[in-house]
């Protein structure tokens, strides 16, 4: 069977559009592997057009009013699965609360493809490269997962079981993304490297961390396009844990996840170029964040 | 709304009219427009999303009609660059074209006045940076893009009577 873009849809589907999540998931149940959900479309529409996926059935959740909210709460934030990126980048509590994910989203692609793209697709997508992953891992952030017997919540960090692969079972649908508040004197940054703003990433890193004292606690770092998933480096986490963020241990941290992660050489990088980027930009993403934290940042 | 793999009829807002389409659903919104519509400014790119040249404005936004299907946009409204001026009389960000001489090959340039006419009706008063990121998602292989930006400030000139430096 052909790879190449074909230019058309070439398979027939049935096409519902669901008012509310009861009947998409009921539309999911009946159909089960035979249905995809059509959010934005805009990683989905290529892979058909590319004869990837042939699904039998398209369910676009779009106009589902119940799945595009971005709501602030005393524990943190809650965002509707169909919301749309820019609505994100827009968003003030999403900027204020969470810088790393505020500017992951702002670079990714095009403004005409972040008026289409959902968070929720991004996601389910499950792209090793997804932008929105390593932020939402750094945060603890957790996806609200439906079907028609019961809801489930799952860490964004357990979702992704493999390349395009996420731990959703058949029936189910991403509903919601709730990013929990982050403690006060806390810094988090994002970086990618990619050829313009509108590639996808060749390696792309969050990291967030609280300090106290002059040391560094609940240090996070999670890389994109280093690894079969997005990953949380542990061993370069531990390294950093507990203490002071001096310029040879931020060094060090950079090298440590470079020896973690596991790259692979693909059309956009070298497995040997992501190692060496990664080193630098872990570090810069730290200090980053280091930076953030001094100049009085509470996100 | 739903329907099989058959006809599916599409009603939706088109540069101002009412239109009724018979389609089908794994059309897509640039199928629609360029095969059963015959608007040819809406040009087939990389149907990847990419290159931005099939972007049209849904409900005044700018997105990537390779990357709809027919069906999600019954009961919008759509605006091609036909809805945007005509040749007796051009729309601001189309004469700042002209002007700053902003069309070369002219294969992009609807989506590039769709895209800058999107912005101007949002931000009024761009700064260069907001303009260099809204046409960042069009691509141009003739202008190198200063032509462009300039096109779109004097636009801005125009719209709103000042632009911030």
Known sequence: MNRFNTHIIPVAFEYHEPRTIREALELLARWGEDAKILAGGTDLLVQMKMRRVEPKCL???????????????PTGVRIGAATRLRRLERSGAIKRLFPALHRAIRWMASVQVRNMATIGGNLCNASPAADTAPPLIVYGAR????????????????FFTGPGQTAMRPGEMLTEIWIPRQPEVTGSAFIKVARTAMDLAKVNVAVALTLK??????VRIALGSVAPTPMRAREAEAALEGRPPTEDLLRRVGEIASEEIRPITDVRSTAEYRREVTKVI?????REALGMVRVGGVA | MRAGGGGIVVRFTLNGREVEVTTRPNATLLDLLRNELKILSVRRGCETGECGMCTVLVDGLPVRSCLMLAPQVDGRSVTTVEGVGDPERLHP??????????VQCGFCTPAMVLTAKALLDRDPNPDERTVKEAILGVLCRCTGYAKIVRAVRLAAERVAGGVRE
Request: charged letters at 25%.
């Open chain 1, 59 to 73: 369910i676009n959740i779009k106009g589902i009013p119940e799945l595009d909210y971005i709501r602030e709460g």
């Open chain 1, 143 to 158: 996806v609200k997962l439906a079907s028609v017997s019961g809801e489930r919540t799952l860490p964004v960090e357990d």
């Open chain 1, 282 to 286: 872990v570090a810069d993403a730290l």
């Open chain 1, 213 to 218: 004292g002059w040391s560094a606690f609940n």
């Open chain 2, 93 to 102: 960000v189309q004469e700042a074209f002209v002007e700053a001489g902003a």
